[in-house]
């Protein structure tokens, strides 16, 4: 024991010196950065080209952000080691470092040497005689794990310093923060095979709850914009995420692995200027998701190219411009022929009309001439009929249209005709009209289940139409293009303010990470101060690199359309649970979702070990899902020996109570846990907080708040207020949270407690999919309270 004991004190040493050596470099680095950055600004401002400018502001730019990588990766900084039988070891951690002599002797865990790390297995080791998990806190090294694949080829000594408790399970054992942590300490083989899959074409990641599939997308996309950053940085990635709950909750993620070239948004966000926040009946989203949309928004925009039903008639200063329905009829298909979108083709049948119109103009007149037998005193008499119009040449046409251009009256005709549109007015405008939503919808389609008034607010559903449309209709974006130009000259001036600012009150060490946070955001590249992602998010028809989308499964039929619109190649993680699908809208099968676009050429990773939900409470999903779902699987739980799932008959008047007993049940439990941190046995409890910042979750260096725990009270939809007026206000942070299913799909707590199990089987034709989602937020404890009887499904419960 003793001599055990020795090893392991002397592995500590051989770390602590190791992690001690690799924090030096990264000081060196990071001062260097600050050096070069000082030195640039320090160019002065004023003198040199636009060109020199540019050039400075890139180079800036670029060590800013690695300035910010290297704060970045502060905590946890080194968090692995391979050994293989040569002797040769190998540290991992999230970023790389070389030595003075230029040596690789960190390597980034995305960087392909790292890989043996996340793939050796016990029946294949691919080389390695160990693994080890170095646990830090701060810059100390307070824990180790080892796993063994070869005994046999490894020293006496070495053998003296194995220790061991597997880091997967000591990183599931911590309290939840609220927010998500990396796991790059710990990713298990099956998620790496996710996270390292190429580029091109379309990963669908299936999951049953808590089998890492959100956790392994994000580090994919950290994967990829790693290995393919210079496609993935002009081009950016995207990652549509269920709600914005679900973005928060998961936001820390990606700036933790030092990557800032990511959007992410939820569909209901996804069209530049509207932000949807209403929510439609279930019945109304699945005609809203229908496919047929796309038919019924297309003759809606159709049914805005008008033709008077006789003639068109204007009356301008006594005189009547009429124009035959014919030549209008004439008119609009010669437009539509063109094939531009509508405001585009606009353009033509206005000018043709206008010409029309000029025409009309000549002969009305030419009329009123007639009518009037004006005789011009001293002028012969006219032998021949006036033919004002015939008169006209074509600069004669082009300025009368010019004239009639200015006429409100004439406006007003056009406008009736073909109409300048935005996707706005026209969506609102078929949804507030019962009669062009009947004339603009093909036969079977529930088009009764649509109407609302126009001012009435946006919904999910609503956005893919609002994409719709502006496909369509198409933009006249000049106006954008100059605001965006000006916006651009705004921020380099900006730009240019404060580094002259900085150069000359000289850089104090605070002042520029303020600042170097700040330009790490701008781009390299282009010199106009916006990040791909800043465009990216303002452009509508941005084309992404990349595109992510987890709890895929929620996705209508309509939403899918938009989102492939953001990603001409194709290069897509599609990441979901069939079993979890709320949205009646939603998938049943991923062949009826992507074949319409990818005709096959997709493949399917599966994720089968859930490290969220214990074995007890898995028991329970399980036979909701049996009863609902009866085709899924249920993933297999790494965790056990957590508190039995119950059920507990109360007015909801008594939820605090409980909710407030509960607390004290999960605190009571994490302090224990709290005190047996990993490895060694030495906690790394406290250094994180509120999972705030960096939180690197994980095994790798604290932050997961241990000891606090958090609590989540998921109800049904429509008992979502009344309950949530019995608690003070949370967020994400605090330690109840009270929220519907719909909200707290994808997130985790560390105890639930589900409201009304029967009204959320009741809300909606995936009622039982909701209680699936519901039962398996929890990573420890799980009470189900309820008023009336217990629903048939959880009678394990009873
Ligand atoms: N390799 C790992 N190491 C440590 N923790 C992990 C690992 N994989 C997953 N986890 C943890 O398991 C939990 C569930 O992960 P995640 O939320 O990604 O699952 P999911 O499949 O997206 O679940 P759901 O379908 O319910 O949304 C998270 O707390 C995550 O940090």
Redesign the pocket.
Known sequence: MANRQDGLAQALDTEQRTVARLYDLLDVARKRAEATLREVYGRGSGAGTRQAMVEREALASEQARRLAQLNAVERGLCFGRVDDGSGLRTYIGRIGLRDERHESVLIDWRAPAARPFYVATATDPGGLVRRRHLHLKDRVVVGIDDEVFDLERMSEGDRRTLVGEAA?LA??RRGRTGR??D?VA???TE?DRVIRAGLQGALVVQ?G????????ALHRAAYLLYTHRDTLERRGVLVVGPNPMFLRYIGQVLPALGETQVVMTTVGEMFPGVRATASDTPAAAVVKGDPRMAEVVAEAVRLRQRVPERELVVELDGLRLRVPHETCARLRERARAVRLPHNMARKLFVTELLKELARAEARALEESLHIEELVIEGEPELSEPLDLEGDLDDLDVELASARLWGEPEVRRALDELWPDLTPQRLVAELLASPETLWAASPPGLDWQLLTRPVEAEWTDGDVPLLDEAAELLGEDDSARRVAARLAEEEQAEELLYASEVLTTTGLAEAGVFDRADVLAERHADDGTGLTTADRAVADRTWAYGHVIVD?AQELSPMAWRMIMRRVPAKSLTVVG?LA?TGSAAGARTWGEVLDPYLEGRWREER?LVN??TPVEIMRLAADVLRAYAPGQEPPESVREGGAEPRAVRLPVSGLPELVAAELAALRAELGTDGETGPGTGNPETGSGGTGGGTGT??GSGGGAGVGEGRLGVVTPDARHAEVAALFPRGDLDAPVVVLTVTQA??L?FDAVVVVDPAGILGQSPMGGQDLYVAV?RATRRLTVMHEGELPPVLSRLA
């Open positions: 997967l990183a599931l998500m942590g796991v710990t990713i298990q998620q999951g709850p808590g089998t890492g599939k959100t956790v392994a709890e649970d979890q994720l490290y969220r979750g994980a799909k994808g985790e398996t």
